[in-house]
């Protein structure tokens, strides 16, 4: 049990600025489309319909319809990628690496690890039009360094438990007071009391192993 090699996740880094999406561009075209009548019916006080006038409001009309529809057909469909994948994060027993730059564990203070998401999750958003099915890349790591310095990466998961693959050096993580045993069970996904006490029992085993070879 106290092999432990190192795991690899993909980094993803997020685009910044602004990512025009079916929900952005569907609610600027009916901004718009109510400001123009704002204007003419408001503003300069024209009260007369016109040719443009029916152009605007199918527009608006239009543009609704084509949010629903593109709701309804996301239920089956990824959302898009805000960003792109570059380079790894790689956790060790005694570092972690993100895009090539190491940080030795002797030189963090704790990490922290978010990994509720993976591909082709469903994740159903009342007020958006977008597809439902997630990317798998809304995962994140964070590791505060002894010197204060925090350091950030979103990473891709393809299943739920793809952490789980790096359980061993979570292990020696949590042994060396990097990571709280709550958040290592909400990592690798133990939330029943069953699950806690079978983990519990996994840490105790790992520690015995680690202290016969003098690794701890």
Same mark, same amino acid.
């Given at each position: 049990?106290?092999?432990?090699?190192?795991?690899?996740?993909?980094?993803?880094?997020?685009?910044?600025?602004?990512?025009?999406?079916?929900?952005?561009?569907?609610?600027?075209?009916?901004?718009?489309?109510?400001?123009?009548?704002? #204007?003419?019916?408001?503003?300069?006080?024209?009260?007369?319909?016109?040719?443009?006038?029916?152009?605007?409001?199918?527009?608006?009309?239009?543009?609704?319809?084509?949010? #629903? !529809?593109?709701?309804?057909?996301? +239920?089956?469909?990824? @959302?898009?990628?805000?960003?792109? !994948?570059?380079?790894?994060?790689?956790?060790?027993?005694? @570092?972690?690496?993100?895009?090539?730059?190491?940080?030795? +564990?002797?030189? +963090?203070?704790? =990490?922290?690890?978010?990994?509720?998401?993976?591909?082709?999750? !469903?994740?159903?958003?009342?007020?958006? !039009?977008?597809?439902?099915?997630?990317?798998?890349?809304?995962?994140?790591?964070?590791?505060?360094?002894?010197?204060?310095?925090?350091?950030?990466?979103?990473?891709?998961?393809?299943?739920?438990?793809?952490?789980?693959?790096?359980?061993?050096?979570?292990?020696?993580?949590?042994?060396?007071?990097?990571?709280?045993?709550?958040?290592?069970?909400? +990592?690798?996904?133990?939330?029943?009391?069953?699950? =806690?006490? =079978?983990?519990?029992?996994?840490?105790?085993?790992?520690?015995?192993?680690?202290?016969?070879?003098?690794?701890?």
């Amino acid at each position: 049990m106290s092999n432990i090699g190192e795991v690899k996740f993909k980094i993803f880094k997020k685009k910044k600025g602004i990512f025009w999406t079916n929900t952005l561009i569907i609610n600027t075209v009916v901004v718009i489309c109510f400001v123009i009548f704002i #204007i003419k019916y408001q503003v300069l006080s024209i009260k007369e319909n016109n040719t443009f006038d029916k152009l605007v409001g199918y527009a608006a009309v239009g543009i609704i319809f084509y949010g #629903i !529809f593109m709701k309804i057909i996301g +239920i089956v469909r990824h @959302k898009p990628l805000k960003g792109k !994948f570059e380079g790894s994060l790689i956790l060790e027993r005694d @570092k972690i690496t993100i895009n090539n730059q190491v940080y030795n +564990i002797e030189d +963090i203070q704790n =990490i922290k690890v978010l990994n509720y998401d993976y591909y082709g999750k !469903f994740k159903l958003e009342r007020y958006d !039009f977008e597809a439902s099915l997630s990317q798998g890349v809304d995962n994140d790591l964070e590791i505060r360094l002894n010197s204060g310095k925090i350091i950030k990466c979103a990473f891709f998961q393809f299943n739920r438990n793809d952490m789980s693959a790096a359980k061993k050096n979570l292990f020696y993580y949590y042994l060396n007071n990097k990571i709280l045993f709550f958040d290592l069970a909400s +990592i690798l996904d133990k939330s029943e009391t069953y699950q =806690i006490e =079978i983990l519990k029992k996994e840490l105790n085993l790992f520690r015995e192993e680690l202290a016969q070879k003098k690794i701890l």
